[in-house]
């Protein structure tokens, strides 16, 4: 299963951008995030049945993960970016569901090749 995103690029802080991944109708799709030198990070996940979302801690409030079912694609709107959020991003997906799972990366089976996300000051 190859997950294919799309989205990135370079803002100034305070701006837009929103991702996409298309996911092929995984059960549980989420976006992870690696900056330089830090270890790949939870950002949001979605239940592809229900529509459920989830957020760490540093989403919430700015990210937004929703999905689009008859275009098997999940999308990642992140506003009033910040220079912090400067990072590779990731869509992962996974053909199982469990809520205490989903910020793990050992979690998810498929990802994709990622796409580089820079915010400047």
């Known amino acids: 299963v190859h997950l294919v995103e799309s989205g990135g690029g370079l803002v100034q802080a305070g701006g837009s951008l929103r991702l996409s991944c298309a996911a092929s109708?995984?059960?549980?799709v989420g976006w992870f995030r690696q900056a330089p030198g830090k270890e790949r990070e939870f950002v949001a996940a979605?239940?592809?049945?229900?529509?459920?979302?989830y957020y760490a801690d540093s989403a919430k409030g700015r990210f937004t993960i929703s999905r689009d079912i008859a275009k098997n694609t999940v999308y990642l709107q992140m506003n009033s970016l910040k220079p912090e959020d400067t990072a590779v991003y990731y869509c992962?997906?996974?053909?199982?569901?469990?809520?205490?799972?989903?910020?793990?990366?050992?979690?998810?089976?498929?990802w994709g090749q990622g796409t580089q996300v820079t915010v400047s000051s």
């Open positions: 992962a997906a996974t053909d199982v569901w469990s809520a205490s799972e989903i910020w793990r990366t050992g979690y998810y089976e498929y």
């Open positions: 109708g995984r059960t549980t």
């Open positions: 979605i239940r592809w049945r229900s529509g459920n979302t």
